[in-house]
């Protein structure tokens, strides 16, 4: 990408981020305004951390980078020995992946991520995503996806699972900034699927998926030998295992 578009890019969507901020801030907006405004901040601001970091490296790609592993959306769970991607740091290449993949086709071995792929709007930018993985996967390389289980807390709701249903909600949601609103269990399935507005730095869930929805999506792909596997201590971050469906796959 040419130099002056980059830098373009940057200076536009650094004036919209700015004039965003400034809007939010007036307490007199009508509440439907301010939700279209929380939702656009939230693209500001990964398209900001996205078209900043690029014209820092004035669209030259990170060199040093030799890895045969991929995480994508990791955030601040940073894996070691592996090329770890996310539209915020401290991952090693800031990108948008719903702008595709920055890398050769084959480039890795193994393709990692986990409470992401649920961020990504489903069915366009998911099948890109997930086409995209299968690009940059050399044959016979496999993909570990971890998402929030739709199938476990929905049926956790319908059946009236309490232990589970509090854990969730003490694990996920009693930290949150601001705090979120739980007038019912109905809350922490809507949570789950299409999470909060509220604060503009906390990506929007889009989609929840299944085992079958997710195993027949990867296997529409073109991946093969899908399957429901278990928790992986050397990648997965167990403060997620309680609620997460980890399906792996082969290209
Ligand atoms: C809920 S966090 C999960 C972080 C980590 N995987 C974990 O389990 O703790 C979702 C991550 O996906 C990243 N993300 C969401 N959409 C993305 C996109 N389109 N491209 C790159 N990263 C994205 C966010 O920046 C965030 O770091």
Same mark, same amino acid.
């Given at each position: ?29 009508? =509440? ?17 951390? +996205? ?13 040093a ?24 740091? =401290? ?16 480039? #890795? ?6 409470? +992401?792929?649920?961020h990504i709007? +489903? ?11 299968? &690009? ?11 998402? =929030?289980?739709?199938g476990?807390?929905?049926?956790a709701?319908? @059946?009236?699972?309490?232990? +589970?249903?509090?854990?969730? &909600? ?8 601001p =705090? ?20 503009? &730095? ?16 990867? @296997? ?20 997620r295992? #309680? ?9």
């Amino acid at each position: 990408m040419k130099s002056r578009e980059i830098h373009k890019s940057y200076r536009n969507v650094t004036s919209l981020k700015k004039s965003v901020d400034r809007l939010l801030k007036d307490s007199s907006l009508a =509440p439907a305004f301010k939700i279209t405004l929380f939702q656009l901040a939230k693209d500001i601001e990964s398209a900001h951390s +996205f078209w900043g970091d690029l014209r820092k490296r004035n669209g030259k790609r990170k060199t040093a980078i030799h890895a045969d592993k991929l995480q994508i959306g990791g955030g601040r769970h940073y894996l070691e020995g592996f090329v770890n991607l996310d539209f915020f740091p =401290p991952a090693d290449v800031i990108w948008d992946c719903r702008y595709g993949l920055p890398f050769r086709k084959e480039s #890795f071995k193994f393709v990692f991520s986990e409470h +992401f792929f649920e961020h990504i709007d +489903f069915p366009i930018a998911a099948k890109k995503v997930l086409r995209e993985i299968y &690009r940059v996967l050399e044959p016979g390389g496999s993909v570990l996806l971890g998402v =929030p289980d739709g199938g476990k807390v929905v049926r956790a709701y319908y @059946k009236k699972e309490k232990r +589970f249903l509090d854990k969730l &909600r003490d694990k996920c949601y009693s930290n949150r900034r601001p =705090p979120v609103e739980i007038y019912g269990n109905l809350d922490l399935v809507n949570y789950l699927f299409r999470d909060q507005l509220d604060n503009p &730095r906390y990506a929007t869930h889009y989609w929840a998926y299944d085992e079958m929805s997710l195993g027949n999506l990867l @296997k529409s792909i073109g991946f093969r030998k899908i399957k429901k596997t278990s928790f992986d201590k050397r990648y997965c971050n167990p403060k997620r295992k #309680f609620y997460t469906l980890y399906m792996e796959a082969i290209k």
